[in-house]
């Protein structure tokens, strides 16, 4: 890959007319300090050595950004377009946590190198890198035009914000400050489906958006596919970070699905329902990937579902939606446990009708 960043550098200056990267020495040399600061361990390189890795890996990525946003920016044997799955793979790598570089460099460098193309924003083409790995393929995510870039953190902070922002908007007066210990986490799906629950595929809301109306559980359609678990872990590495009193959007939805997958008859259920959109082919493996997503996750003192939670473990609290539960469980499993069922109810209603015949009969007479 190092031999690949310096030839996207190469066709970058070759594409502005441009004899020397001088221009972009300068402006890295500005931003060195403030950059060597955004790591957590300091960083063994020389002033140029440093300059050199954020010109190089800052310039790979804005320039790979862009030339999968405008074909007519791709050489024709760029390797990284010829194969999906290594441009699946560097996707992969730029979302890990430990790999980003701060934004505010690639922004200095995106800007500094614009194409004139209108669509040549650094927001809009990080939208579209990233719609083939959304987990919420359906959902309107359309928001990265309000995100200011002056407060994201690096690459995987800004999709953060594409995806978790209109989400935030929305729960920002309707958190219910709960401590963790007294969550009550819901039953699974199964278990809901046979307390009455229904589920229902959500099209109109935002991705993270799960709602309980009236014993129907509405949640956006979920897209499982191999990038998934390693997208999930890095946004909750990242929110790792936050400071207590700021809601942990991923790792509250994490743990929700966590709550409500506990077998692979669980995903099948959502599955069924259009809710969960399985890549993997197995349900097995679904089912597994988010048991290990929900395991040893603090969640947000905010927790951002605990409405949710109180409506559904209210519902399934009620007597008769509990009778309704073992009803369903005992005796309507089975299409031939639903046909012993009504013989039983048949034959007691034939034995009750029998007997009152037999009464009135023997009424009768003697009052006659």
């Known amino acids: 890959m190092q031999q690949h960043k310096f030839m996207y550098l190469k066709c970058l200056l070759k594409r502005r007319k441009e004899s020397s990267v001088d221009r972009y020495v300068t402006a890295m040399r500005s931003l060195e300090e403030k950059a060597r600061k955004c790591y957590a361990e300091t960083i063994d390189l020389s002033s140029d050595k440093f300059v050199e890795m954020m ?13 999968y946003g405008f074909d007519e920016l791709r050489e024709n044997d760029d390797t990284i377009f010829q194969y999906e799955q290594i441009l699946s793979q560097l996707r992969h790598d730029l979302m890990l946590v430990e790999n980003q570089v701060p934004f505010f460099v ?3 460098l995106f800007s500094m190198t614009k194409t004139g193309n209108p669509d040549d924003d650094i927001l809009y083409l990080v939208r579209l890198f990233i719609d083939d790995i959304s987990p919420w393929p359906e959902a309107n995510s359309q928001v990265s035009g309000k995100i200011s870039v002056r407060k994201v953190d690096h690459l995987l902070g800004l999709v953060y914000r594409i995806w978790c922002s209109s989400f935030a908007k929305m729960t920002a007066n309707r958190l219910v400050k709960i401590k963790e210990e007294k969550i009550m986490p819901i039953s699974s799906t199964s278990e809901l489906k046979e307390s009455g629950i229904k589920f229902e595929k959500d099209t109109q809301s935002n991705c993270l958006d799960i709602k309980f109306i009236k014993g129907v559980m509405k949640i956006p359609n979920f897209s499982v596919s191999d990038e998934t678990e390693s997208i999930f872990r890095n946004l909750i590495a990242y929110e790792h970070f936050f400071i207590d009193n700021h809601p942990k959007y991923v790792t509250d939805y994490a743990f929700f699905l966590h709550c409500l997958v506990n077998s692979s008859k669980d995903v099948e259920i959502l599955r069924r329902h259009g809710i969960v959109t399985n890549l993997l082919g197995d349900d097995e ?4 990937m988010f048991n290990l997503l929900g395991r040893n996750i603090l969640l947000s003192p905010d927790f951002c579902y605990a409405g949710v939670y109180e409506k559904v473990n209210g519902h399934c609290g009620r007597r008769a939606n509990r009778w309704m539960a073992i009803l369903r469980r005992d005796y309507f499993n089975t299409p031939w446990s639903f046909i012993k069922f009504c013989a039983a109810v048949l034959v007691i209603l034939f034995t009750a009708t029998q007997t009152v015949f037999g009464v009135l009969s023997y009424v009768k007479p003697k009052s006659s």
């Open 285 to 288: 493996m679904v089912y597994h």
């Open 106 to 108: 690639l922004d200095q």
């Open 55 to 67: 010109i190089l890996d800052g310039c790979f990525i804005i320039e790979l950004i862009r030339k």
